[in-house]
């Protein structure tokens, strides 16, 4: 099946085994993409009534036909499980690396189930999988957690998922961390803790077979050109989501105050010009991304001085 690497890692912490399985075809076919596929998925393998923090739910990683190929602008990938913050199916897309470099590895996607007796980690290179003891990780940052894994591994290219100490103590809003990329909502990160799982690292060297290789090369240059010439593409690289600001609150849809109010009255304060001119350091992009959405930005002086995120 041309656009995917054909396997799916089975992992079952309860009893602490990995097993293969074929990508099914006839749901890759049907619900077209990482969302898709993860919502077949988690419907075919999750009982009704389960308790998200139960052995019984489910934690996939999945990814969809264009990850890891040289389209622009298509890295990313999907977390899918049943929410513990509202009891209900969850769905998360994220950016960075770590899908590319799954596909890589030879694999689209992870099903993982069950509870480890003890803090575990999980390692997919080149289509081998094993589970490691997360022991000394635990209580790690995900930052830690990246570095004290990619030294483990002895391989600085190695990407990262993992959960920090909200994770561990299975706070419902919980996210889990990838390349500086969150998977935020709905708490899958409380989900992969509450199987004592710290961490899945992906490193691989394959590639994607596809069914048109020179068309899809010819669509890509195609692409990247109508980038270049979009104004609204332009004005993402420059500014990431922050551009956003100065409209939504015009249209009084800014959450300010955890949605007490539509209009906040400070936002020339942290709109995209003063962003950029003010904090902003260096653009950051994901895995065959021109755009580069990504903003790294330090506070340079005051109270809050050396504070610095990575974010769109």
């Known amino acids: 099946?041309?656009?995917?690497?054909?396997?799916?890692?089975?992992?079952?912490?309860?009893?602490?085994?990995?097993?293969?399985?074929?990508?099914?075809?006839?749901?890759?076919r049907a619900f077209l993409g990482a969302r898709g596929l993860g919502a077949a998925l988690l419907y075919r393998e999750l009982k009704p009534g389960v308790d998200p923090l139960s052995p019984d739910n489910v934690l996939i990683f999945i990814t969809g036909p264009a990850t890891g190929t040289p389209l622009p602008a298509c890295p990313r990938w999907e977390a899918t499980t049943k929410s513990p913050l509202t009891n209900m199916y969850l769905c998360c897309s994220v950016g960075g690396f770590f899908g590319a470099e799954l596909r890589f590895a030879g694999y689209d996607g992870i099903i993982v189930r069950g509870k480890a007796e003890s803090p575990t980690w999980l390692s997919i290179l080149d289509g081998k999988a094993e589970l490691h003891d997360a022991g000394e990780f635990w209580g790690l940052t995900t930052e830690e957690t990246e570095v004290a894994v990619r030294k483990e591994l002895k391989d600085k290219r190695a990407r990262v998922a993992s959960i920090g100490q909200a994770g561990e103590n299975l706070v419902r809003f919980a996210n889990i961390q990838t390349d500086s990329r969150s998977i935020g909502r709905g708490g899958a990160g409380a989900v992969m803790g509450s199987k004592q799982l710290k961490a899945i690292a992906a490193r691989g060297h394959g590639g994607i077979e596809v069914a048109d290789e020179e068309g899809l090369m010819t669509l890509m240059r195609e692409l990247i050109a109508e980038m270049k010439r979009n104004q609204a593409v332009q004005e993402f690289s420059k500014f990431g989501t922050t551009q956003f600001i100065d409209p939504v609150n015009e249209g009084g849809l800014?959450?300010?105050?955890?949605?007490?109010?539509?209009?906040?009255?400070?936002?020339?304060?942290?709109?995209?010009?003063?962003m950029r001119e003010q904090l902003v350091k260096k653009d950051t992009a994901c895995y065959a991304c021109p755009i580069a959405c990504g903003k790294y930005s330090v506070v340079a002086e005051g109270e809050y001085a050396n504070t610095f995120v990575e974010g769109p």
Do not use: S
Request: glycine share 10%; no cysteine.
């Open 254 to 274: 800014f959450p300010t105050r955890n949605f007490q109010a539509g209009v906040f009255e400070g936002t020339a304060r942290i709109n995209a010009e003063t």
């Open 1 to 28: 099946m041309f656009g995917y690497a054909g396997e799916i890692l089975r992992v079952d912490l309860t009893r602490g085994a990995i097993e293969e399985q074929e990508t099914p075809e006839k749901y890759a």
